[in-house]
Every structure is written in C-alpha cells, then in structure tokens.
C-alpha cells in the first residue's frame, strides 16, 4: 500500500508537468534554459522553496537540531532576510542586463576568462560536493522509510548504491530532456505537497508525545527539553550567535543571490514585479522552515532519547515511527519529489553553464542552438553519472549539513566577493577579480584544510586519543574575514591599476523592470518578524 500510493502520487506529477509543458515550443537555448522567460511569482517561489528543500536541508538541518535544537534555525530564518535584499537590490539588475546566467554578468564587467573561471567553480561544487550530497541523503531517507535493505535482502551500502542511481537516472530525464520549465511545473506542484506532508510530521511527532493532545506535546517537549529551545548558539555550537552577523549572512547572499542553481527561477521571470514577488512570497514560506526542518529534529531526540546511531537518521526514523502507515508513501513521493527538485535544478544549471558559457564560448563558437542544446544535455549526462559515482562514499562525511555548508566555503563567498565588487564599482579591473577568486579559494583551502586541524584538542580516554572539540574560529568567521580581506584587495587594485572605462550597466530591455509597489513594505514586514522569533527564543 505505502509502495503504490508512493508511485501513484510521483506518476501524477511527472505526467502533469508533462501535459503542462508539452506545448511550449522551447526552441532556443536561451528557452530551453530558462523556459522563456515566462515564470510568475507563484511559480517561482514555488520552485524556490522546493529546490532549497531537499534532503540535504531536510535530513541534514534536523539532524543538526537532532543535537543542539533550534539555534540552528538561523540558515532557514536569516535567509527571508537575505531574500529580501535580493529583491530590492540584485534582482532588479540582473532582470536589466537580461542575463541567463551569472557568468554572462561577470564576461561583462571583467572578461571572458573570469566568466570561465567562476563556471568551472559552478560546475565543480556542483558536481563534487552538491549533486552527490542530495543524491546521498535523498537515498538514505528513502531506504529508512522503506526498510529498503531488507525488502531486497541486500547489505545497507549495496542498497545506498542502487537508491542513488535509481534518483539520479529519473532525475536526470527531467532535467536534462525538460528544461527548466519542466523542473518548474514539477516543484510548484511537488511544493503544496511537500508543505501538507512536512507540517504532518511535528503535527503527529507531538500528537505521539502527547498521547493524543498536540498541545500537551508541545508542553512536555518544551519543559523536558528547554536548553533545546534557545536560539542563542554558544561559539563551540553549529552555529553561534555572532555568525549571524558575519559569514552567516553572506552564505545567504550568495546562496539565494548568486548560485545558479537558485538565482535561476527569478531569471526566468517574466517581469521584475513577479520575479520580486517569487522571493517575497518564498520568503515568506522560510519563516515557517523551522517546523520542517528543526522542530522534527528535536522531537526525534525525545521520542528516541538522543539514541539514534547517526543524528542524520533523525528525520526518517520520525517519519516511520509517527506517521500513520497510509501516509507513508504519500510523504515519500512528496520527499522524492523534493530530492528530484534539488538534483534537477542543480543539473540543469550545469548544463545552462556549460552549454552557453563553455561550449558555446571556447569549444565551438560557430554552434547552432540546437547543438548548444545537444551539447548540454550529453554534458548533463556525465555529470550526473559522476555524482552518482560520488554520492554514496559521502556516507563517511559526518555531519551532511555541516560538511556542505563549511566545503562550499571553498567557492561561495570568492564568487559572492566579485559580484558584489562588480555591481558597487566601476573601475575595478578584470585582474582584480581574477585575483579575488584565486585568493578566495586557496586561502580558505589552506585555513579548513591545512591550519584548522592543528588546533584540534585531544583529549586520551582509555589510552585512546581522540577528538573532542576544535578551537579555530568558526568557518563562518573566516568567510567573513576573508570576503573583507579580498574585498580590500580588489578596491585598492581598482585605485592603483583602474580599468580605462568606466564600467556602465547594460540595459537589455528584455522584460519590463517595473518594480512591484508593495515590496518595501512588505520586505519590512519579513524582516520584523524575523527579528520577533529571536527575540522571544532568546
């Protein structure tokens, strides 16, 4: 029963999305990418907010909250914040360049090799930290739910290799064969289903500890767990309550802003007013991402007494332990559905980067679009063989969430540094950001990678050494500083070797740049409650 309405629920949604997108006519490479810019506002966030819930948010956030409660909330609560700068500031000039892709920005206020260079860094975080992690932690989900070992009678890591393939290869057919707009369609319909089922799990979690009474379980969790509730993190926790003023902030910016993954569904907008009201709207829907992605975490450490073999099977072992067996696969089919989001939006950018930015520009620039296309989609099928090669050797990564989010330090705020330094300046030179990046990557490398494991502290029990806390500044610190550090390095390249022109904002006059009337006000509105939760979990 729970395996049938899983395939009956995901057979709907792909031949919906099918039926809707059957009669676009995606002819160019631009439209087969983006889908024409035609996306609404109810679309985009739709897209937005399916495609930053996956599992490595949904299994690897609540297995965070799973230890340390809901401080770790900042990545969900922050990030309505960020997504309003994005929509006052960012959006309304990347919709007036007319740009398809970030790189094509950065060919026009550097040159061509920075363009090169912040595309292969796409494609290499995607393809070796991103891809890989969704892939694993969508399987691990999957084969918990459906005790998948045991219905194939095979080992646990015989049977995280087959789940993975088996999402990559159907994910693969929507991304690579869909477009854009056929990822779209899926994720709006995949996200009403993802928002019921994910407010039925800490519905049920707390109903079961309540015996019956959802208010009564709110109660006993609260009052058996207060140090769960504090929103405060100390500065050995996942996320202290200084980082939220420092790199915290700007792994949003470059997250919701300028990974191409993301940023993508608002460049397909059809005008700047829906585009904008597609973040306001997502925004909104982050303020209520803590009771899907923390408060689930913090009612398994109840259920479970804090017993479970690895914090990351947190969520799934709630899922099977509290909901009812009917619903199972029902939710299993709307998580599926949010892992595909994920994968699919992920690929599909890959193959936008590669075919417009690389093949198009280095390796045959005389390409019709259909070769473009063609191009792109081979491209597109070796990249997600190779994750799937990766995903299932992440299983020995520890913490998912936090592996993810220290290890695209690497090339997040290089890439976040430039754009932001290219929209704020007009003589800095293409030098400068070629310089920025490299620097940004290696000194960040050479800080995680080299000089934080020296300040490991050892503690020996039973003549045994071993690893009991680190005292090197937290990865969200060295973001910040470093993003200052090259910051600096660019602006005083810009002062002493400036580009010879200025640098004037290109106006495509693609789509209408009217901006949305209520924006500011209801931006404010975000941002004060955003403000209010903290106080009042303080």
């Known amino acids: 029963m729970q395996l049938l309405s899983f395939l009956s629920f995901t057979v709907l949604v792909a031949l919906i999305s099918y039926l809707l997108t059957r009669s676009s006519k995606e002819t160019s490479k631009d439209g087969y990418f983006l889908g024409g810019r035609s996306l609404t506002g109810i679309v985009i966030a739709g897209s937005l907010l399916l495609t930053n819930l996956s599992t490595e948010q949904i299994v690897g956030l609540n297995g965070q909250a799973y230890e340390q409660g809901i401080l770790v909330m900042a990545w969900e609560t922050l990030a309505a914040i960020t997504m309003v700068i994005i929509a006052v500031f960012l959006l309304p000039r990347y919709l007036k360049g007319g ?12 040159d061509k090799t920075t363009k090169a260079i912040v595309s292969g860094l796409f494609l290499s975080g995607y393809v070796t ?5 969704v892939l694993y932690t969508g399987a691990s989900a999957i084969n918990t739910m459906f005790d998948v070992p045991a219905v194939f009678g095979v080992s646990e890591n015989a049977a995280l290799w087959f789940t993975v393939f088996g999402i990559g290869i159907i994910g693969s057919i929507y991304a690579v064969f ?12 995949n996200a009403i289903g993802l928002i019921i089922g994910g407010l039925m799990i800490p519905y049920f979690g707390l109903t079961y500890i309540g015996d019956g009474d959802m208010f009564a379980g709110i109660d006993t969790l609260m009052t058996a767990h207060p140090d769960k509730f504090i929103s405060t993190g100390s500065e ?15 792994i949003n910016l470059f997250y919701w802003g300028t990974n191409q993954a993301i940023i993508q569904r608002a460049l397909g907008a059809k005008n700047l007013k829906e585009g904008q009201k597609g973040l306001v709207y997502a925004a909104f829907l982050k303020i209520l991402g803590p009771l899907l992605l923390v408060l689930p975490g913090i009612i398994a450490f109840h259920i479970f007494k804090g017993e479970l073999a690895k914090p990351d099977l947190a969520y799934a072992s709630l ?6 067996k009917s619903l199972v696969g029902f939710f299993a089919a709307v998580l599926f559905g949010a892992i595909l989001s994920s994968f699919n939006s992920a690929l599909n950018s890959c193959v936008t980067l590669f075919g417009i930015d690389i093949y198009q520009e280095y ?10 296309v063609k191009a792109g989609k081979i491209f597109g099928v070796f990249l997600a063989v190779l994750a799937m090669v990766v995903a299932p050797f992440i299983a020995n990564a520890g913490s998912v969430f936090g592996y993810l989010q220290e290890i695209n330090g690497t090339y997040s705020i290089p890439i976040l540094t430039i754009v932001v330094v290219g929209y704020t300046t007009k003589y800095v030179p293409a030098i400068a950001a070629k310089i920025g990046l490299i620097s940004g990557v290696v000194l960040y490398s050479i800080s995680q990678f080299i000089i ?4 490991d502290v050892i503690e020996i029990v039973n003549g045994v050494e071993t690893v009991s806390g680190n005292t090197y500044p937290h990865f969200l610190h060295i973001l910040a500083i470093l993003f200052l550090f090259n910051v600096i390095i660019m602006l005083l390249i810009g002062k002493f070797y400036p580009r010879k022109e200025a640098y004037i904002q290109f106006d495509s006059k693609e789509v209408d740049i009217t901006p949305w009337k209520y924006l500011k006000p209801v931006g404010v509105f975000i941002c004060v409650i955003v403000i209010g939760i903290y106080i009042y979990f303080s």
Do not use: C, H, W
Not at 363 to 372: L, M, P
């Open 99 to 110: 740009i398809s892709t970030i790189p094509q920005f950065l060919e026009r206020r550097y």
């Open 129 to 133: 930290i991103f891809l890989p992690v």
């Open 178 to 189: 869909g477009g854009l707009k056929a990822v779209a369609v899926s994720d709006t319909i």
């Open 236 to 250: 050995d926790s996942y996320v202290p309550l200084s980082t939220l003023f420092t790199g915290m902030l700007l």
């Open 319 to 324: 899922v099977t332990e509290v909901l009812p």
């Open 363 to 372: 390796i045959k620039k005389d390409a019709t679009e259909k070769q473009v």
């Open 452 to 455: 934080q494991p020296n300040f």
